[in-house]
Nanobody
Framework: VQLQASGGGLVQAGGSLRLSCAAS????????MGWFRQAPGKEREFVAG???????YYADSVKGRFAISRNNAENAVWLQMNSLKPEDTAVYYC????????????????WGQGTQVTVSS
């Protein structure tokens, strides 16, 4: 499985960005897709995920501001990020795993290349 992410950039605090990720390769039903992020000097952390059935999970720090959506037919997932804060600055990684969603980075075998999101104050 290959993941291609896009959509990062520079935005002022309070602004919005939308990240996209498309999966390709040998993909069957029942997989989860989501996003992690890693800020300089910090651990990689779970941001949001969506299961095959449509269940969504968010980190507490982004609830109410970020929204994840996906299209199973296109093997694609999007992350709409609103009301961005400087602390959202990080490299964002698209992730994929067969089975249910997980908030642990160790449970993911497939990672996108990362896209930089920078929020200025």
């Amino acid at each position: 499985v290959q993941l291609q992410a896009s959509g990062g950039g520079l935005v002022q605090a309070g602004g919005s960005l939308r990240l996209s990720c498309a999966a390709s390769g040998l993909i069957f039903n029942n997989y989860a897709m989501g996003w992690f992020r890693q800020a300089p000097g910090k651990e990689r952390e779970f941001v949001a995920g969506r299961s095959w059935s449509g269940s969504t999970y968010y980190a507490d720090s982004v609830k109410g501001r970020f929204a994840i959506s996906r299209n199973n037919a296109e093997n694609a997932v999007w992350l709409q990020m609103n009301s961005l804060k400087p602390e959202d600055t990080a490299v964002y990684y698209c992730v994929f795993r067969f089975g249910s969603i997980s908030t642990s980075k160790d449970d993911y075998n497939y990672w996108g290349q990362g896209t930089q999101v920078t929020v200025s104050s």
